[in-house]
């Protein structure tokens, strides 16, 4: 949760689902994204940047709108931990038990 709002991913079976942004106040929409593949892990928000990860990367979006500001490339294996933020990296591990760290956008 952040600036009012939590966010959560859903899958749609096990195709494509979507990132929800929820006003805590009022239960209403603020915005959703597309999101190919299921969600993997719980989301984790950082200096207004929401991470999560999924089957095909990690993603990084504008957590006031929903605007996609970077994706990693696929690692061949599904990112599945919960990102942790720290020292300007983010940190994430993967299915197979990978644990990754990437800078900030």
Excluded: C, Q, R
Excluded at 13 to 20: A, C, F, K, P, R
Excluded at 41 to 69: I, K, Q, R
Excluded at 74 to 100: E, I, K, L, Q
């Amino acid at each position: 949760m952040a600036g009012g709002l939590v966010y959560a991913g859903t899958a749609e079976g096990s195709v494509d689902g979507l990132i929800w942004a929820i006003d805590t106040a009022t239960g209403s929409t603020e915005w959703t994204t597309d999101f190919v593949g299921p969600t993997h892990s719980s989301p984790a928000v950082a200096n207004g940047v929401l991470y999560v990860g999924g089957a095909d990367g990690l993603y990084a979006f504008d957590a006031s709108t929903g605007a996609l500001l970077k994706k990693t490339a696929s690692v061949g294996s599904g990112f599945d931990g919960a990102p942790a933020v720290s020292d300007g990296m983010v940190f994430t591990s993967t299915a197979d038990g990978t644990v990754y760290a990437f800078g900030l956008p």
